[in-house]
Structure formats: C-alpha cells, structure tokens
Nanobody, 117 residues
Framework: QVQLVESGGGLVQAGGSLRLSCAAS????????MGWYRQAPGKQRELVTT???????NYADSVKGRFTISRDNAKNTVYLQMNSLKFEDTAVYYC???????????WGQGTQVTVSS
C-alpha cells in the first residue's frame, strides 16, 4: 500500500497563501485519483479537490478559484496551492490516493492549516 506524507501546513494570515505537498512512497502514475480532504474540529471530513491520472480536476465550490491541485509524477508528489486563504479554511488537511482496480484508498497523517483573521 502506498504511504503518503503531507507537509507545508502552518499559520497564515487571511488573504495569504500556502502550498501543501503530498509525497508518495512509490510511483503515482498508476493511481487513478489523488487529492485532499480537510477536517475542522467538531466537523465532518470534507472533500476539497481531486486530480485523476489523466489530469482532470475537481474542486469543492468553497475553494474554486482559490485552490489549485497539481501532480508531479517524476517526484511522486501531489501539491495543493492555496491562495486567498480564509479563516474558514482552517482545518487539518489530509492527502489521499485512490485506486479503482483493485479498489483501495490510502491516507496521509494530515497537516494543520491555521488561518488567522
């Protein structure tokens, strides 16, 4: 099973930017989809964005126009560029990877993003 390690979280002022990284332990070329979920204290996990092996992307309405997901197959890494951050973006962000055949899902340990007002 692929191991995922997130990094890049931290404290940022509202309106600022952060870039999260998700490093995989093996090739990500054959992984059908990778992306990011987030979870704030006391709230349910929320899907933020997904990128497929073919490069298609999808974003939650709350982050459209502000967040950008990308992948670098040579580095086995997925990135999440977060711009114009809002207080409501404060959460632990989790990287995930999903295969369809066979079906499995892998999760990173999470990285904290805190946006101050």
């Amino acid at each position: 099973q692929v191991q995922l390690v997130e990094s890049g979280g931290g404290l940022v002022q509202a309106g600022g930017s952060l870039r999260l990284s998700c490093a995989a332990s093996e090739s990500i070329s054959s992984i059908n989809a990778m992306g990011w979920y987030r979870q704030a204290p006391g709230k349910q996990r929320e899907l933020v964005t997904t990128i497929t092996s073919g490069g298609s992307t999808n974003y939650a309405d709350s982050v459209k126009g502000r967040f950008t997901i990308s992948r670098d197959n040579a580095k086995n890494t997925v990135y999440l560029q977060m711009n114009s951050l809002k207080f409501e973006d404060t959460a632990v962000y989790y990287c995930y990877a999903r295969k369809v055949k066979p079906i499995w899902t892998s999760w990173g340990q999470g990285t904290q993003v805190t946006v101050s007002s």
